[in-house]
Nanobody, 131 residues
Framework: VQLQASGGGSVQAGGSLTLSCAVS??????????IGWFRQVAGKERTFVAR???????????DSVKGRFTISRDNAEKSENTVYLYMNNLEPEDTAVYFC????????????????????WGQGTQVTVSS
């Protein structure tokens, strides 16, 4: 499975951006993954932002983005699916490199937010919010 994040950029505080995570898998047997978004500031640990279940019915958000960010996914039957992170009312504190990651197993509680739960990672996309 391959994940590719895109959509980063530079905006002013209060602005919006939409990140995309393209999830593709080769081979005849397709597996479905819960997808998480994480972010990382230079010199700091990577932290959880949001997660969406395989079906798309269950979502989870870090408190710092709740009410401002929305995660959704395109679950059409095709070789590549996309997960979106809609980011509104951005703040300078949202400045970071954003990563998407895939988790094959269902999780509960803190497991949904743990970096170790995710086996597949895309490259990051930079988001810069100026005041």
């Amino acid at each position: 499975v391959q994940l590719q994040a895109s959509g980063g950029g530079s905006v002013q505080a209060g602005g919006s951006l939409t990140l995309s995570c393209a999830v593709s898998e080769s081979g005849p047997k397709k597996r479905r993954y819960a997808i998480g978004w994480f972010r990382q500031v230079a010199g700091k640990e990577r932290t959880f932002v949001a997660r969406i279940s395989v079906s798309g019915e269950n979502t989870d958000y870090d408190d710092s983005v709740k009410g401002r960010f929305t995660i959704s996914r395109d679950n059409a039957e095709k070789s590549e699916n996309t997960v979106y992170l809609y980011m509104n009312n951005l703040e300078p504190e949202d400045t970071a490199v954003y990563f998407c990651a895939g988790d094959f197993y269902p999780r509960v509680g803190a497991g949904r937010r743990a970096i170790g739960s995710y086996d597949y990672w895309g490259q990051g996309t930079q988001v810069t919010v100026s005041s």
